[in-house]
């Protein structure tokens, strides 16, 4: 069994390759982000809790049928270039959240998801050892990947070409609470129902992606089902195994809101700007939505530790 290292052993190491990784990579005195690298587009949306969901999951923001203003930041994992297989990212940011946050600005509820429902490593020691490789050169990523054939299976599985982002399923591939008790344990997903549906490749090339959610929104607005899928089985959908994918035959998601993204002028420098200032953390919550396993808990100060660095610099630009 892989032996454990301590939570700020952890986050303090992995704060540290990380930054020296983005500030070699830096472009124009900007440290990029070391995952979700490419904004494609950051848009205004709407959440809309639903009015008929089940009762045991009226929790947290799903306790009200209540709609909030909603930021979204469709991103490319790794790639600058749409047309390369990726894996695809989705955040969200909730405003207008009343009750107290656990962490982060008060008002504001974060949801983190990518296109595959499974992350490529299982443990926080498993994904340092990712970053130590990606730091160390191309030879030690193969030899990484050499070794953790599992981690390989799933990139090649959840790269992908993509015709529109508007189109796919996204998941947050790791479990959060629901309710304050504790007794709920749920996985989270955005998917697609929208009546528009992208057929072909929009303006071929590197920004294609973005072309595409931009003819999509003028013809049609953009809609996904945000649903929770609720832990039925702790040995089959484990907390602390994050490469594993909770079966939806036996635990289906279930709709509790719905996101609304009306056509809008956000194909311009600024807004593709305010993407790239844009930070989210899992952990800038509500407390019946506490993120859980230590996966989980690495990532509250190293995501944090990456957007200081990367606001920082953009600041130390400014002056």
Not at 35 to 46: F, P
Not at 213 to 229: D, Y
């Amino acid at each position: 069994m892989q032996n454990e290292i301590a939570i700020d052993e952890l986050v303090a190491e992995m704060s540290q390759r990380i930054a020296a990784v983005t500030t070699a990579e830096t472009e124009n005195n900007s440290v990029p982000r070391f995952n979700q690298l490419k904004t494609v587009a950051y848009v205004n949306a709407e959440f809309r809790v639903h009015d008929d969901i089940p009762e045991a999951l009226k929790q947290g923001i799903f306790s009200q049928p209540v709609t909030y203003p909603a930021k979204l930041r469709f991103a490319n994992a790794t790639q600058k270039d749409d047309s390369e297989k990726d894996i695809r990212g989705l955040s969200m940011q909730l405003s207008n959240v009343e009750e107290a946050v656990l962490w982060g600005k008060a008002g504001l509820q974060d949801f983190v998801l990518n296109s595959y429902p499974a992350l490529f490593v299982a443990t926080p020691e498993d994904f340092l050892a990712f970053i130590r490789a990606r730091q160390q050169g191309k030879f030690k990523m193969l030899l990484f990947f050499a070794t953790h054939l599992k981690s390989l299976c799933t990139v090649m599985k959840s790269r992908k070409h993509c015709l529109s982002p508007l189109d796919i399923q996204y998941w947050s591939t790791v479990p959060f609470r629901l309710g304050e008790s504790g007794n709920q344990v749920v996985k989270y997903s955005a998917i697609p129902c929208s009546d528009y549906k992208t057929t072909q490749v929009v303006d071929a090339g590197g920004n294609q992606l973005r072309a595409a959610i931009k003819a999509h929104l003028q013809q049609s607005s953009a809609c996904f089902h945000f649903a929770v899928q609720l832990q039925t089985d702790p040995e089959s959908m484990p907390i602390e195994d994050a490469s594993i994918i909770w079966d939806e035959t036996v635990s289906p998601f279930v709709p509790v809101a719905t996101i609304t993204i009306e056509n809008q002028d956000f194909d311009n420098p600024e807004s593709l700007a305010n993407g790239e200032r844009s930070s989210f953390n899992p952990w800038q919550c509500l407390a019946a939505h506490a993120p859980l396993g230590r996966m989980n808990e690495v990532r509250q100060l190293v995501y944090a530790n990456a957007a200081a660095l990367r606001n920082r610099t953009r600041s130390n630009d400014n002056e």
